[in-house]
């Protein structure tokens, strides 16, 4: 039987660790602060942006938040982001994807100043993660690190595929595995949907990570004995449930925990050391402005 690989609990310590940060900053006179920005009103975003607000509260960050009209020109978007950028109590921020189809994306993360960009989104950002610098690893892609981590797996010399090739997940990450690092020296194989026989690369890995976005695409036959399984997937199926739905990852976790040595449940996996990881970097954004050293999980 497969090891369930806890992200709440292993949240939980990394919260506890950051609160420490926190007390160091504290005692210096310094409050991190994050800003939320929301431009329109897409519930699931509100609900993303209110559980990173809750987040704030619970570890002692101040948390301000941003809404943007979602019919206003891209410039009302760039205003808040210049007056972010130039507001000293604001030690970083994030914009909640996604932004209106009038508004371009990238421009928005380029607008960013990249000391402030706790997404680490900023092409800065994502070139010093690449040469090996990173100032903030992107979110997700850092809590699965912790999370192998905390699993005691070792990714040196470790046969990697990540399914998925998207700015926010599989790339990130897959130059984070491969880095001359003690959380990298991995050997990466990224797939997408031009892949050919996925299956013959998940069932190569000791270690497969699903970033997809298709409910339960890799199953139990698709994986090796003994991989190590990571779903970063969230997915809302129909279900007779409450809600009249049910979230499932990219992984179909019955099979797959048939045949994995250790395996993320979803939810309960990953979605909490994104969210943890989030606090990580405003922390350390904090600890950059002031000069203020901490000690960072
Ligand atoms: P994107 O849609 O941006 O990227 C999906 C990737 O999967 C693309 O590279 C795509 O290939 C590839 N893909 C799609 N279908 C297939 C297929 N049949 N076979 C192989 N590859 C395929 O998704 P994200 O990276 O933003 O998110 C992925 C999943 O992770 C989603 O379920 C999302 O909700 C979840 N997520 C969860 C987070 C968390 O905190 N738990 C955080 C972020 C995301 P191509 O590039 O060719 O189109």
Same mark, same amino acid.
Request: proline residues 5%; aromatic residues 4%; charged residues 25%.
């Given at each position: 039987?497969?090891?369930?690989?806890?992200?709440?609990?292993?949240?939980?310590?990394?919260?506890?660790?950051?609160?420490?940060?926190?007390?160091?900053?504290?005692?210096?006179?310094?409050?991190?602060?994050?800003?939320?920005?929301?431009?329109?009103?897409?519930?699931?975003?509100?609900?993303?942006?209110?559980?990173?607000?809750?987040?704030?509260?619970?570890?002692?960050?101040?948390?301000?938040?941003?809404?943007?009209?979602?019919?206003?020109?891209?410039?009302?978007? !760039?205003?808040?982001?210049?007056? &972010?950028?130039?507001?000293?109590?604001?030690?970083?921020?994030?914009?909640?994807?996604?932004?209106?189809?009038?508004?371009?994306?990238?421009?928005?993360?380029?607008?960013?100043?990249?000391?402030?960009?706790?997404?680490? !989104?900023?092409?800065?950002?994502?070139?010093?993660?690449?040469?090996?610098?990173?100032? !903030?690893?992107?979110?997700?892609?850092?809590?699965?690190?912790? &999370?192998?981590?905390?699993?005691?797996?070792?990714?040196?010399?470790?046969?990697?595929?990540?399914?998925?090739?998207?700015?926010?997940?599989?790339?990130?990450?897959?130059?984070?595995?491969?880095?001359?690092?003690?959380?990298?020296?991995?050997?990466?194989?990224?797939?997408?949907?031009?892949?050919?026989?996925?299956?013959?690369?998940?069932?190569?890995?000791?270690?497969?990570?699903?970033?997809?976005?298709?409910?339960? &695409?890799?199953?139990?036959?698709?994986?090796?004995?003994?991989?190590?399984?990571?779903?970063?997937?969230?997915?809302?199926?129909?279900?007779?449930?409450?809600?009249?739905?049910?979230?499932?990852?990219?992984?179909?976790?019955?099979?797959?925990?048939?045949?994995?040595?250790?395996?993320?449940?979803?939810?309960?996996?990953?979605?909490?050391?994104?969210?943890?990881?989030?606090?990580?970097?405003?922390?350390?954004?904090?600890?950059?402005?002031?000069?203020?050293?901490?000690?960072?999980?």
């Amino acid at each position: 039987m497969a090891e369930i690989i806890d992200g709440n609990a292993v949240a939980s310590e990394i919260r506890d660790d950051l609160a420490d940060a926190i007390e160091t900053l504290a005692d210096a006179g310094e409050r991190p602060t994050l800003a939320t920005v929301l431009m329109g009103e897409d519930p699931a975003s509100e609900t993303y942006v209110n559980m990173k607000q809750r987040d704030c509260e619970e570890v002692g960050i101040e948390g301000v938040h941003v809404d943007v009209d979602g019919d206003a020109p891209a410039a009302d978007l !760039f205003d808040t982001i210049e007056d &972010l950028n130039a507001d000293p109590e604001v030690n970083g921020y994030i914009v909640q994807a996604p932004v209106p189809d009038h508004v371009d994306y990238r421009e928005v993360i380029g607008r960013i100043d990249p000391l402030k960009d706790v997404d680490g !989104f900023h092409p800065e950002n994502v070139g010093r993660l690449v040469a090996g610098d990173a100032r !903030f690893r992107p979110c997700t892609p850092h809590g699965v690190q912790k &999370l192998l981590e905390a699993a005691g797996v070792d990714t040196e010399g470790a046969d990697v595929t990540i399914v998925g090739r998207s700015d926010i997940v599989g790339k990130p990450l897959a130059n984070l595995l491969i880095q001359k690092a003690d959380d990298g020296n991995a050997t990466v194989t990224v797939c997408h949907s031009r892949t050919e026989d996925l299956a013959a690369k998940t069932r190569a890995a000791d270690v497969v990570i699903a970033a997809v976005g298709v409910p339960e &695409l890799i199953d139990g036959s698709m994986l090796s004995e003994g991989t190590v399984v990571i779903d970063v997937g969230v997915n809302r199926v129909d279900a007779d449930t409450e809600k009249g739905y049910e979230l499932v990852g990219d992984v179909a976790f019955e099979s797959a925990k048939e045949q994995a040595s250790a395996i993320t449940p979803v939810p309960g996996g990953v979605g909490p050391m994104t969210r943890a990881m989030l606090l990580y970097n405003t922390v350390k954004a904090a600890s950059l402005q002031t000069s203020v050293d901490v000690d960072l999980p």
